[in-house]
């Protein structure tokens, strides 16, 4: 007896026992998602031990987490009133408040740095004593701050625009967890509500806390609708296809039991749903249809024949079950190959979907045999679509193409890789944290707003290492940081640096009684004065704790960069590593560039590198599941052609189009990899048993192959095509930019694999079908007979 054919009795016979296991195990999985958890951090694409990623690991653990911090704007002029004035510190008093937040500062928190000769230190005094309530008194204030005041420059002030600020500190232990999410869109939001309605005022709110709530928040809604939009849209195709509520309604079962298991796994592993974990749930959709619709349309066309309802089953199983099987072994093996990357968030994507992906296979291959051996057999009018002339039509013409015009369809595939080769040289890279962000929503129009009054706010750090404590105090470690800071200042990317050096320009402007124009570095004549003044002061150490370690040897320059292109922010970071060495003997000094912007950057640069690697492992792959089926190296090539001219045409159109490679887009390649090998692999498995079945007749075996999988590739590819299409009405554009460019390469995949692959069949007919490429393999294949004629 076949193996095929002992695994469909099996289901058969133990149908009510497979149905309950399934119930069991799905209810299982509904218990497991109670443990699924949203990311709340940016995803690290790098591994642990990645040389960029010590170093920043060094920073957190010197300075803490860097991205702590929320902004809130306002560009009003009445703010500089009594009312509204006293309104916006009593709003930073308000958040102060909340057991949440460390720490606010405000135009009401400022305190003057002064000088006390009696005690020979700098003391700390209130900007103002009292509350104002005149608009002299505020206009004053104002005065002092904008004039006097040049530490809080770009912190607190946009002196050219009269822009003002708010800064937020969140507590660290709680920035990356749940709770940040429930404190801002909770009463964080109310209060800044609140404010807003009373006064009459628009605040902007930026910062990563805010920025990563609010675009996680947008990725949960949007998962939720595209899954939704995705099998509504799936469904309603399929139903328009097969004229069947019952058919529809058997692979709509299978879809969400797939789906509800792909959850389960997420919280059964306790994983985090990602950016690209969020991708797991349309995947599942993406692969329980096709497998839906050759196992149904092979029921169809069985019934059709014969009538015979056990036999059609059977048939199911013996004839699409091992093709079905191979696609999806192939499609898991191309995610699968994530796991060889060191990257933590690559390896449990890989993880989840290659599991889900084999699950949903033995999902469809056990519950719709199942379900449809409890049903009648389906009414005429539900097999009238294997007879459509439309869908005839379509056949007839690939049929007709492939016998009489196949130099015309050779010329089509060079053109297209030619062209697409040229499309492949313009395209670029992109590792910007807000890149794809919706840029409909009022928080990224906070991002630009913010970008253009304070330079950004990505966090871009410079590690400074004196290599010796009370290193970082030395005035000749203070002056090499200020040309760094000069050099920094040159950039329009990037905001002006905050540091020790500022706490030190301020500490030199109190000492000589707060004048402006001594806001710089002491000299070598009036430095141990000033340096006497700030060792005497508790305050000058409470300022210097930001931006000094405790030892005196470390200290960090922060700014924060606007949303600029990778090739440019390569281009920063390469003149700014230069100027480093320049200034910094690297005897005495370790300066290096580190920060969010920066990982997420060399992020994105290790991705790409990865993709190149898992793509050419899946193509390996794919040729030894080829080498098992036909023991022909021209076999092997053939196969893999139709497969990769998709990726070429996916990866030309992203160039012309000026979609750039990035996180969200670069997943294109792996999901429109596997369906088009699906597609492959079910044709040339049909066109295997035809052979076996005709004497190794190619001609005869290749038309037959095309028309009876032709019709399943096509519903197939339209039904996917549709499905992925949902995904453009995103507001995200790494979204947009997957679902186009998958629905796009999901019709090149359907015509290369119905247009070229039978044409090189036939035209290489004479030195790849024999007996010898079509040895018996190891693994099982699709049987000569028919499981009632081995009776």
Known sequence: MNFWTHISRLIIKNRIIILLLIGVATYFMTTQMQYMRFSYTEAN???????????????????????????????????????????????????????????????????????????????????????????????????????????????????????????VYINKEIVNTFARKDLILGKFSKSITKFQEENDINVHISGMPYVRTMNAQNIIDEMKMFVLLALGVTALIFFLFFRSIRATFITLTVVIIGVVWAFGFIGWFRYEISVLMALIPPLIIVISVPNAIFLINKYQQEVKNHGNQAKSLQRVITKVGNATLMTNITTASGFATFIFTKSQILVEFGIMASINIMVVFFLALFIIPIIYSFLALPKEKHLKHLDRKWMGSIVNWMEKMVRHHRFAIYVSAVVLIIASMIGVYQMRISGSLIDDMPKDKEFFSDIVF???????????????????????????????????DESISEYDELSKPLSVLNVVKYSKQAYYNGLPKYYQLPTNQDKNFILSYAKNSVT?????????????????????????????????????????????????????????ALVFLKGTRYLINNLVLSLSLAIVLIAIFMAFMFRSVKMILISILPNILPLLITAGLMGYFGIPLKPSTILVFSVAFGISVDDT?????????????????????????????????????????????????????????????????????????LLLLPSLLLSLESSIANKATLKEPTLPVLPLEDVDDEE
């Open 450 to 484: 913010f970008e253009e009054e304070f330079g950004g706010i990505m966090p871009l750090e410079i590690l400074v290492d004196t290599k010796k404590e009370k290193g970082v105090m030395e005035l000749s470690t203070l002056k090499k940081m200020d040309k760094l």
């Open 681 to 753: 692999i079910h044709f040339l498995a049909k066109y295997r048993q035809e052979l076996l079945a005709h004497n190794w007749k190619v001609k005869k075996s290749v038309y037959l192959a095309l028309r009876e999988t032709g019709v399943s590739m096509f519903y197939t590819s339209i039904v996917l095509f549709f499905g992925f299409l949902v995904f453009t009405v995103s507001s995200f554009g790494g979204t947009v930019a997957l679902g186009g460019l998958v629905s796009i390469t999901l019709l090149f995949a359907m015509l290369s694999n």
């Open 45 to 167: 694409l790098l591994p642990e031990d990645h040389e960029v990623n010590v170093e920043y690991e060094k920073f957190l653990e010197l300075f803490g987490e860097e991205g702590n911090v929320m902004i809130l704007g306002i560009q009003d002029s009445t703010i500089f009133t009594p009312k509204k004035f006293n309104n916006w510190n009593a709003l930073a008093k308000e958040i102060n408040s909340f057991p949440e937040i460390d720490q606010t500062i405000s135009i009401g928190d400022i305190q003057k740095l002064k000088r006390d000769d009696n005690l020979r230190k700098f003391v700390l005094e209130p900007l103002y004593d009292s509350i104002p309530k005149t608009n002299q008194e505020v206009l004053k204030i104002k005065n002092i701050l904008f004039n006097k005041l040049p530490f809080y420059d770009n912190i607190l002030y946009n002196k050219e625009t009269e822009t003002v600020v708010m800064l």
């Open 540 to 596: 000058n150490g409470d300022m210097l704790t930001n931006f000094v370690d405790s030892t005196g040897q470390y200290a960090r320059m922060t700014m924060y960069m606007k949303d600029v292109g990778t090739e440019r922010m390569e281009n920063i970071e390469e003149q700014l590593t230069s100027k480093i060495d320049k200034l910094f003997d690297k005897e005495k000094y370790d300066v290096s560039l580190t920060g969010k």
